[in-house]
């Protein structure tokens, strides 16, 4: 009676049947979360700043910029450059409060420009706005 095998076997098991419980219960906790929680959400605003600048580029060579520019009147970055513009870099995003600065290199004919970009925001979206 001094030493039941039975009783030391289930003694053990005790602590792998906690920590696989556990397991389980953060493996559950990260599906509800990802499920619950749209990605949108994990977005942060530089990048969502970085978003604007691909749509302007879009919109620019599409001729249609009436979605990315905060107004009808506003200025267009590299409004004096001929062709298609093709975004090599984003760099320098800066986000304060409701409006952005973002540092850009685009190619124009097998030239670099480079130059700064600066959004308001507008709801969700950042715009293409005047430099403050």
């Known amino acids: 009676m001094a030493d039941d095998p039975d009783r030391?076997?289930?003694s053990s098991s005790t602590p792998i049947l906690a920590a696989?419980?556990?397991a389980v219960l953060?493996?559950?906790g990260v599906v509800l979360v990802s499920?619950?929680?749209p990605a949108d959400q994990n977005v942060s605003e530089n990048d969502r700043v970085g978003t604007?600048?691909?749509r302007y580029v879009d919109a620019r060579n599409d001729g249609n910029l009436a979605d990315v520019l905060c107004s009808p009147t506003a200025s267009q970055p590299f409004s004096s450059e001929n062709g298609e513009m093709k975004l090599k870099t984003i760099d320098a995003i800066a986000v304060d409060g409701a409006v952005a600065t973002a540092d850009i290199t685009a190619e124009f004919g097998g030239e670099d420009i480079e130059g700064q970009m600066t959004f308001?925001?507008?709801g969700?979206?950042?715009k293409v706005c005047d430099p403050a």
Do not use: G
């Open 20 to 22: 696989l419980v556990i």
């Open 52 to 54: 604007a600048v691909t």
């Open 26 to 28: 953060l493996i559950v």
């Open 35 to 37: 499920v619950f929680r």
């Open 8 to 10: 030391a076997h289930a």
């Open 120 to 122: 308001t925001k507008s």
């Open 124 to 126: 969700d979206d950042w």
